[in-house]
């Protein structure tokens, strides 16, 4: 729709070919066999899948993958629904204390979880939800980044097309539901990638909070699977690669609506 | 009744009665532990027993720490590198996606990839192209363009950078996808109508991509911001021990909060630490709210 | 006395069965909580371990929970103020102290852990686990240090595969003769890999800095003293190879067990817990020697990880927890953990029967343990990363050993300082 540029095409594949070769050197070193894997050779000389057999065959692995399933999908749907409510809301509602809402919900990504998993387990473990599934999403169900993103987004539609909606009888949250969200597509669906993806990825607090290994997310399996003093990289890097599948296809399913929510803004702006 | 409401108090209350939930939640899983986090930071606790009510002392600890100013200074330079670093490729990126027509979808999966993989198998990669020659990918090349091989990971001076490196490398593909979402999100009649004036694409740039993306960099400027000053992962990953070496050399503050709170279980001097990090961010994303020109 | 029976053959069953013989008939069943972190052959050993003891004592069950290496400690310190987590927990010795001032652990009881007995039967270095007369926890297991080395290296470079260096002299040699470089001067193949994050640290601390004349702490471990010559002449030993003898590059192949395991480096100083993942390594064919002498003198550094009962375990569960430790501490379970885990018995009876101290692999880490010394840590982390520092010191910004040692020694001696 817009110029061809094919020098700007080529460097732009180039970089992205760059971009990618540290985890091709990753997928590479899951190919290897175990006396391979020093070669540093990027291509493995005889590709083996006995790392990734050991791994799924590893009994508990479809479990640990049903968990971090289910975990980053309902964290996703809540944080959605919720931070782009509270997005909405600090956006396109004038009311008194709207400024402080806003700094108090984005000072919350100023303190490292690190810090945090110790309040959390304590109030886990008060509220009996230690070693299960909701003691795992329960901190994720709402984001201070979701929030801030979303009201970002929702700063940048028209306010004639909310009044106009108001003028039509719809109440506040009908505007909301049926108007402002269908119009910050590609946000929804940048937010759900990167919700899906930290939760997929989340290891420190799932590890502190489950004790039963058919708690575990994918995560906390792979990391448990090695030890003190075991260093088998091509373990990790066949972990990791496998980690990587349904986040990928996530981001592929996904990334269409970041480019093909064309905004019906553009009709009316 | 709510009919004698004026239209701003029904706003008010629309706007309270959405917020009702999420705050509850916040006040509950983010700011009580925060609050807890500061009165922690008053006492010496090393997690069992009582907690000792110590008033200053742990901030006077802070200022007397010569380990503490070092890994302060890195987390400086972790934000003053990597800012302008990597929001500047994640523009340029991005811009040009925007206007690519063949295999977009593919090559925005390249530059996202990254994004997707976890540190620590990424890190290992990394340290393996950090390398000496004959082994390093990095020193190959520097020694076939006719440079000497540099000691990277193991020196002082270039630690820090070398580190960053795969820390920006990671963070790229979010950014290039919320630029990618902002610049689409700008109504395309905008471009029409500049386009029926004749305006070139470096005016349309400057007059209309840039300013209506202001919500999407102030966003990205806060989120980037946030990220490099809580960089972690990869100086943990990439350092003998997990340390931060060598000498302290990419030594940033979450890790030296990390390793006070659960190797030296020194739990109200670590909390300290988080508030001056908090203290530091906090005022940081105020004055780029400032600065940015956020309007109400 | 019981240490002195040979009990290899008849153990087991028969300590279980003393255990159960002991007990009062209980009517509550009881169930305690036991944490370790994951590592597959030590969950495997103590997962049979606790089916013999809950066969013998069936009132009580034991809750086996692992944590990743990385986080274990992390793992503990966010389950102990909410009152969770373990009723005996598996802590790294130099870790005590930390717990203990953190009173974590209660004192097992002398009636039935007799410190005579124990001082007796046990490595002497367990008795960094006695406090003002009582043991406060208790290994199963003891490791200590050895020189690998790989034969197809020697053969490579025409040393005999059959004979490792056995001095600091011949070290140097055979390091010399197996460096490999390329055209230009890039290291290929190490003659030894050197990690200071590794075991390296230790071997300085407990090995080399003794074996040069010097004392790494006074015997009562509450003064720093190796800022003496002979300390630092054992220090520049080490920090030599890389710098004057370069037949190591700190780093290389990203860290030393990396390199060893990729046939890159001729030699190297490891643990005994390290055999298990050069077994596992094709094409590595490495051989175990004890760490070389320096004029006749030998020295090595012991470690293990040791059973606690914490704070948490009260009434009924801490009379469990009790037996629960006394059988991870018999001979049965020490030989168990041998043969699944490859860790040496903590009983001296046990791992100086013939068929253990001849071993091939296990023989010169047993043998090692007889000269062996465990540093008193107060802070191990801490004090790991200043000997870490002290030789990029050296290595990096090319200071003199012995200004950086008195750097250290002032740091090091700042955390002695803190022990109560």
């Known amino acids: 729709m817009r110029s061809r540029h094919p020098v700007a095409w080529i460097l732009l594949l180039l970089g992205g070919l760059t971009m990618v070769m540290p985890f091709v050197f990753m997928l590479a070193t899951s190919l290897k066999d175990n006396s391979e894997i020093y070669d540093l050779a990027l291509l493995p000389k005889s590709p083996t899948l006995d790392n990734y057999i050991a791994i799924l065959s590893t009994s508990r692995f479809p479990r640990w993958f049903a968990v971090s399933a289910i975990v980053a999908t309902a964290t996703t749907v809540s944080v959605l629904f919720f931070d782009s409510l509270v997005g909405y809301t600090l956006a396109k509602f004038r009311f008194r204390g709207r400024g402080l809402v806003f700094v108090l919900i984005l000072s919350t990504l100023m303190i490292p979880t690190e810090m945090l998993v110790i309040p959390w387990y304590v109030m886990a473990k008060s509220m009996g939800w230690l070693d299960t599934v909701w003691g795992i999403m329960f901190p994720g169900m709402v984001t201070g980044f979701g929030v801030f993103l979303m009201r970002q987004f929702f700063t940048g539609v028209p306010d004639e097309l909310i009044d106009a909606a108001r003028v039509d009888g719809l109440n506040e949250f009908g505007i909301f539901w049926r108007v402002a969200l269908p119009l910050v597509t590609p946000a929804l669906s940048a937010l759900a990638i990167f919700t899906f993806l930290g939760n997929w990825t989340a290891f420190l607090w799932p590890l502190i909070v489950t004790t039963s290994p058919n708690l575990y997310t994918v995560p906390v399996g792979l990391a448990s699977l090695s030890g003190e003093f075991q260093t088998d990289w091509e373990m990790i890097m066949t972990g990791a690669s496998i980690a990587v599948l349904p986040t990928l296809v996530v981001f592929m399913v996904l990334q269409r609506n970041i480019i093909t929510g064309i905004m019906m803004t553009g009709l009316k702006g | ?296 | 006395m019981l240490g002195r029976r040979n009990l290899l053959g008849v153990a087991v069953g028969t300590a279980a069965g003393t255990i159960l013989a002991t007990a009062p008939a209980r009517a509550q069943p009881v169930e305690i909580e036991y944490w370790q972190y994951t590592f597959k052959e030590r969950v495997e050993a103590m997962d049979e371990l606790i089916k013999r003891f809950q066969a013998a004592n069936p009132d009580i069950t034991v809750r086996h929970v692992t944590v990743p290496y990385d986080n274990y400690r992390t793992r503990i310190a966010a389950a102990v103020p909410a009152g969770e987590g373990p009723d005996v927990v598996q802590l790294y010795y130099g870790w005590l102290d930390a717990f203990m001032q953190a009173k974590l652990l209660q004192p097992l009881p002398k009636t039935v852990f007799d410190p005579a007995t124990i001082d007796r039967e046990f490595f002497p270095i367990v008795g960094n686990m006695k406090i003002d007369g009582a043991y406060y926890a208790l290994p199963t297991a003891v490791r200590a240090l050895a020189l690998f080395w790989n034969k197809k290296l020697f053969k490579e470079a025409g040393l005999d595969p059959q004979k490792p260096p056995a001095t600091l002299e011949e070290l140097i040699t055979v390091a010399k003769a197996t460096t490999k470089r390329d055209g230009s001067g890039n290291m290929v193949s190490e003659g030894i890999a050197l990690d200071v994050a590794g075991q390296d640290l230790h071997w300085i601390r407990e090995g080399l800095i003794r074996q040069f004349g010097g004392a790494p702490f006074s015997p009562d471990g509450r003064k720093v003293t190796y800022t003496t010559p002979e300390a630092v002449a054992g220090v520049t030993w080490y920090t030599n190879l890389v710098t004057q003898e370069k037949v190591s590059e700190m780093g290389f192949m990203t860290d030393q067990v990396t390199a060893f395991k990729a046939g890159r480096a001729a030699l190297t100083v490891d643990g005994s817990f390290r055999l298990g993942a050069f077994d596992t390594q094709r094409g590595l064919d490495y051989a175990v020697t004890e760490l070389p002498a320096y004029n006749g003198k030998r020295s090595n550094f012991a470690s293990y990880w040791v059973n606690g009962i914490t704070s948490k375990a009260k009434g009924p569960k801490f009379d469990a927890a009790v037996k629960f430790l006394q059988f991870v501490t018999t001979e049965e379970a020490m030989k168990l953990w041998m043969e699944k885990v490859g860790e040496l018995p903590a009983r001296v009876a046990l791992a100086h029967t013939d068929a253990v101290k001849n071993h091939p692999k296990y023989g010169p880490f047993v043998r090692g343990l007889d000269y062996a010394v465990a540093t008193d840590f107060v802070d191990e982390s801490a004090q790991r990363k200043i000997m870490m520092d002290m030789v990029d010191r050296v290595v990096i910004q090319k200071m003199p050993v012995a200004q950086s040692l008195a750097i250290a020694a002032t740091e090091e001696q700042k955390i002695l300082d803190t022990r109560k």
């Open chain 2, 1 to 296: 009744m709510a009919a004698r409401l004026t239209l701003a108090q029904k706003q008010s209350v629309w706007a309270w009665g959405f917020l009702a939930v999420p705050l509850g939640y916040f006040a509950l899983v983010r700011f009580w532990p925060a609050v807890d986090g500061f009165f922690l930071s008053l006492t010496r606790w090393n997690l069992v027993g009582p907690r000792v009510f110590v008033g200053i002392e742990n901030y006077r600890r802070l200022v007397g720490d010569p380990v503490f100013w070092q890994v302060l200074g890195n987390t400086f330079w972790y934000l003053l590198l990597g800012l302008p670093i990597s929001l500047g490729l994640a523009f340029v990126i991005a811009y040009h996606l925007d206007r690519v027509r063949y295999g977009q979808g593919l090559i925005r999966a390249l530059y996202f990839v990254p994004h997707l993989t976890t540190a620590t198998a990424m890190a290992w990669v990394w340290r393996w192209f950090y390398q000496p020659p004959p082994v390093g990918v990095f020193n190959g090349w520097l020694v076939w363009l006719g440079f000497s091989a540099q000691p990277f990971l193991r020196s002082t001076s270039q630690a820090l950078p070398a580190v960053l490196a795969p820390a920006i490398w990671a963070a790229l593909g979010f950014q290039v996808v919320i630029f990618l979402a902002g610049i689409r999100a700008i109504p395309r009649s905008y471009y029409e109508a500049a386009e029926i004036d004749g305006a070139g694409s470096w005016q349309i740039l400057r007059a209309i991509t840039l300013p209506l993306l202001r919500p999407t960099f102030v966003f990205l400027f806060i989120t980037t911001s946030i990220g490099f000053l809580r960089i972690f992962d990869y100086v943990y990953n990439m350092t003998p021990g997990g340390e931060g070496g060598p000498l302290n050399a990419t030594r940033p503050l979450v890790l030296n909060i990390y390793q006070t709170a659960f190797a030296r279980m020194d739990m109200g001097y670590a909390s300290a630490q988080t508030v001056v990090l908090f203290a530091i961010l906090l005022i940081l994303s105020l004055l780029q709210l400032r600065l940015l020109g956020e309007r109400k």
